[in-house]
């Protein structure tokens, strides 16, 4: 019994230390967005998505705001005299697929590398192959020397008995697009390169479907717009936060 009394309360104690360390957390990223917000014209109306919803004041709770167009948007805006846009990560991953969990370097042929990117979360049903319940599985990337010349990129899709391989519509590389033409999928491929090894780099599946979203435009490949203007970046915590005004 004198073995297990001082146990539990080391126990009690951790549990303590850690609750108070997540408050402290909260309070800060709490502080952070409101201080953020404060900086913003007097009288502004600020539209998130699904961070900070508890934020009181100058802020309008708009879920799921990150899969909607421009014109869909501002419509909306001009209507309820919203003057800003807020948006992280949060609001965008969750309707992508992400290849970068595993990075391979499969061979070198003629000074080019080819590296294979996979998922744990694969687009699936992407309607590529006659057979239900396909998958593109997985992303080829050939660069040439140095590595960070992007000489193609290849989506293969999987099912039981059916392999397909086709480029993507479009790519997004060091904030430059390319369009392949011919026979493609309906995919775009957006590439985060934050160094020049591409065992570190990130790639993003966006669909088709979602390709003239705000989110997809705004925050992910920062394409100009008639209507919204870059108002302020930065981080909060974990957390990519990207701000813009209305025009």
Known sequence: MKIIIPMVLIILVA??????????S???IEGE??????????????????EWEEVHGKTVHFPDLARLSEIDVLSVFKK??????????????????????SVSFVKTDENLGVFRYASQNPEINTNMLT?????????????????????????????????????????????????????????????????????????VCVPQSLRDSIGIRFYLLDEPSESF???????????????????
């Open 15 to 24: 549990i303590f230390l850690f609750s108070q360390s997540q408050d402290r």
């Open 26 to 28: 909260h309070q800060k």
């Open 33 to 50: 967005t409101e201080k953020l917000l404060n900086q913003l014209p007097q009288g502004s109306m600020t539209v998130i998505s699904t």
């Open 80 to 101: 309820h005299e919203i003057t800003h846009l807020l948006l992280t990560s949060a609001d965008i991953y969750p309707y992508l697929s992400i290849y970068g969990d």
């Open 131 to 203: 057979e239900e319940n396909n998958q593109l599985s997985s992303i080829y990337l050939v660069v040439g020397e140095p590595l960070t010349q992007l000489t193609s990129i290849i989506c293969e899709f999987l099912s039981e008995d059916q392999i397909q391989r086709l480029p993507p519509e479009e790519i997004f590389f060091n904030k430059q697009s390319f369009v392949n033409e011919g026979l493609t999928c309906p995919y775009v491929i957006f590439i985060d390169s934050t160094s020049d090894n591409p065992f570190n780099w990130t790639l």
């Open 229 to 247: 203007v870059s108002f302020n970046s930065f981080y909060i915590g974990d957390k990519y936060v990207k701000l813009w005004e209305v025009k």
